[in-house]
């Protein structure tokens, strides 16, 4: 069984940076992708950023330049890192990561959310 538990949500001011750790633990094979999603009250759930395990990167618009995501393979764990966060960054943030089991199943798996509140 395979779980991705998040961390390091909570109540920030704008401007103050916080980070995001997730990591997969359980019957892991192989780990591929991993990223985040957030969700908003009253919008739909939308991709923040991912990361390859070499390393290759995709971040939304509205987060380039500001958010660093990043893994520690070894780890399983996926961070973001939330540098100059505004109010409308402000949702409930969702680790994911495609991973194969030990069955050798590959799936994408997700975390339970963490709520980021950046006030103004």
């Known amino acids: 069984q395979v779980q991705l538990v998040e961390s390091g949500g909570g109540l920030v001011q704008a401007g103050e940076s916080l980070r995001l750790s997730c990591t997969a633990s359980?019957?892991?094979?192989?780990?591929?992708?991993m990223g985040w999603y957030r969700q908003a009250p009253g919008n739909e759930r939308e991709s923040v950023a991912h990361?390859?395990?070499?390393?290759?990167?995709f971040y939304a618009d509205s987060v380039k330049g500001r958010f660093t995501i990043s893994r520690d393979n070894a780890k399983n764990t996926v961070y973001l890192q939330m540098n100059l966060p505004k109010p409308e960054d402000t949702a409930v943030y969702y680790c994911?990561?495609?991973?194969?089991?030990?069955?050798?199943?590959?799936?994408?798996?997700w975390g339970q959310g963490t709520q980021v509140t950046v006030s103004s």
């Open positions: 994911f990561a495609d991973l194969a089991d030990d069955y050798g199943l590959l799936r994408d798996y």
């Open positions: 359980g019957s892991i094979f192989s780990t591929d992708t």
């Open positions: 990361i390859t395990p070499g390393g290759s990167t």
